[in-house]
């Protein structure tokens, strides 16, 4: 009886086992997790139909005895790695360990399984003697994370793609990431822009825009766009921006530089309206040209007639001065209208030397002296010693002659006094007379060609019109002040710094070549200065103005232009000395690899762009090329 009963008792509990075996397997073939046992001695696993039922790979014609046996179903990228780690797992002490890996099923599919293992086993030398493992199909997880891989690769990929850079805004305005190429370089750190309120990036209006159009897309759920300005360092960018909703409360904005098709459509209507232009001046042009070539021609064609049925020698000696006098005014006429023609078309060249200019203010004063009208004092304004500067002596003779006809038309008494003075940077040439002076409703029109403010004075129109393109090309400006019945003052100003004469340059070092560098930021000059002032003379300016002026003045062999600087940019001072000079090498220097700053450089007449951060070795390398 106690027998039966022992036996009874022991059924019992191996059905108690059973129950909870039962149990705990339902529990984790829920979860598709399967137990196993690995024997060390033998080499020998122990797995259940239930192991294979429970991972799905019975459906998949995955069945192994062993591990040998499995490795035949295993990926074979996986086999080497599995192989390495079961190794180290039996040879570590605690023989626990987790390793991952693929299996390819009878049609192709690939499962996941994820092996864990625990000793529970020891031998009385304390050594384990078997190893309980599970296995866990880990497809669904895997797949899920290879998808979001899959993604984050599609997007970056697209990213890389863009061909500008992405906002993510939230509702109030702040930045919560920007996305972008690697190679990107944006007008602000990322640094700064992340987290950063919009507010603080662009201006009010650009601002309200975005705003307003955020607060529309989260609403309707539609791609808003919009277009901006946006200023940095004195530069104007322009973007569009193209706003679609996110996720929750926020957007994202492709932000693309649209800076090229701005300034192409603003080219392209400045070109429209000069063509207008044009065409309005040519029928202007030809309705002048004809009017002020038929007056001189009637007076010759006529007199020249009447002068051969006159006997009276002072009769004909009258209608021979008149004739004379109409035929200098034609030929005058032509030879403005080709000498305007040659300025602005760039093929009259700026001849630039050092020039000594009291000298130059005496030669015109005698050329003019006998010149004045009876009644009338000339008087010359200028300082005692040498004042030297680099322009173009030909030219602003020409300018000068010009104010001195003018004054001398309009002025029947009084004073004519030619000046020259210095007024800060600047060299100050004028011609202040007591004439019949010019209304202040036709200043403006002096400089239109062909306008003349009295019909009745001889004169082409012509000549402050070619004045002006001189000037402007001399880097200089002309400033008038009139008033009527009180007189004219014409000021010619040039840029100027008091140099003692045009050998100065035997001051550098015989054979040394002088560099220009145009840079508002004082350690990029040390720098550049450190490293090349051993083989060449370096002079430094801090914007594009000096730049010009140090330019006509010194006659550098070549220039470092900085294109971000204050006053005036590194674009438009290349534009100035390049109508001054097509030789001078130009070199721009930028920390903007992006928003076309080289393609900008390189149409201004830049000969090559250098990018920051450069090397001093490739800077060298680039002046070698042209000096």
Request: with cysteine; proline share 3%; charged share 30%.
């Amino acid at each position: 009886m106690i027998v039966e009963a022992d036996s009874l008792s022991r059924e019992e509990e191996l059905d108690k086992l059973k129950d909870k075996y039962q149990k705990i397997t339902s529990v984790l073939s829920a979860h598709q997790i399967a137990l196993w046992e690995y024997d060390i001695a033998t080499g020998q696993c122990s797995f259940t139909d239930d192991y294979f039922r429970i991972l799905g790979l019975k459906e998949a014609g995955i069945v192994f005895k062993d591990i040998d046996d499995f490795y035949q179903y295993a990926y074979p990228e996986d086999i080497l790695p599995y192989r390495n780690a079961f190794s180290r797992m039996l040879e570590s002490e605690t023989k626990s360990s987790q390793i991952q890996v693929r299996c390819i099923g009878c049609h192709g599919e690939v499962i996941w399984l994820e092996d864990h293992f625990l000793s529970y086993q020891k031998n009385k030398a304390g050594h384990p003697e078997k190893i309980i493992a599970y296995t866990i199909n880990v497809t669904s997880q895997c797949e899920k994370e290879a998808h979001i891989r899959r993604l984050e690769d599609r997007n970056r990929k697209i990213i890389e793609a863009l061909p500008e850079f992405v906002f993510i805004f939230d509702d109030n305005f702040f930045i919560t990431d920007v996305l972008m190429a690697p190679d990107t370089v944006l007008l602000h750190p990322v640094e700064l822009l992340k987290g950063a309120d919009g507010r603080s990036i662009y201006n009010q209006e650009v601002s309200d825009l975005f705003i307003r159009n955020i607060g529309e897309c989260l609403k309707d759920g539609q791609m808003k766009e919009i277009e901006y300005p946006l200023d940095v360092e004195s530069v104007r960018y322009y973007f569009q921006a193209r706003i679609a909703p996110f996720e929750d409360n926020k957007v994202l904005a492709l932000i693309h530089d649209i800076g090229d098709r701005v300034r192409h459509a603003k080219e392209l209507i400045e070109a429209k309206r000069k063509a207008e232009e044009a065409d309005r001046m040519k029928s202007v042009f030809l309705a002048n040209m004809s009017h002020e070539i038929r007056t001189p021609l009637n007076a010759i064609v006529g007199f020249s007639e009447i002068v051969a049925f006159t006997d009276d020698p002072e009769e004909k000696e009258e209608y021979v001065n008149i004739i004379r006098k109409n035929s200098n005014l034609l030929l005058q006429l032509i030879n403005d209208i080709l000498d305007l023609s040659r300025i602005e078309s760039g093929k009259s060249e700026m001849h630039l030397q050092s020039v000594e200019m009291s000298a130059l203010i005496d030669e015109v004063e005698k050329v003019h002296r006998l010149k004045m009208n009876d009644g009338v004092e000339f008087k010359v304004v200028r300082p005692q010693e040498e004042i030297f500067t680099m322009t173009d002596r030909n030219r602003v003779t020409q300018v000068l002659f010009n104010f001195l006809s003018n004054a001398i038309k309009n002025t029947k008494h009084g004073s004519i006094t030619l000046g020259m003075c210095k007024e800060g940077d600047w060299l100050k040439l004028y011609v202040r007379d007591t004439g019949c002076g010019i209304s202040k409703e036709k200043l403006p029109l002096i400089f239109t060609r062909f306008e003349k403010l009295n019909d009745f004075v001889q004169g082409t129109g012509l000549g402050l019109p070619i004045c002006q393109s001189i000037v402007e090309r001399l880097g200089g400006r002309i400033d008038v002040e009139s008033e009527v019945g009180v007189g004219s003052t014409f000021a010619l100003y040039l840029p100027c710094q008091q140099i003692k004469s045009s050998v100065t340059d035997t001051e550098y070092r015989a054979g040394q070549k002088r560099i220009l560098v145009a840079e508002d930021v004082e350690v990029n000059y040390m720098q550049i200065n450190a490293f090349l002032k051993r083989e060449y003379s370096i002079s430094w300016v801090i914007n594009g103005e000096e730049a010009v002026r140090s330019f006509l003045r010194d006659r550098p062999d070549l220039i470092l232009m900085d294109i971000r600087m204050p006053v005036m940019n590194g674009i438009e001072a290349t534009e100035k000395i390049r109508a001054m000079s097509a030789d001078i090498p130009i070199i721009a220097v930028t920390a903007n690899a992006f928003y076309t700053e080289q393609k900008q450089a390189l149409a201004a007449g830049c000969n090559d762009v250098v990018s920051k951060p450069y090397s001093m070795e490739q800077l060298k390398a680039v002046i070698e090329k042209y000096i």
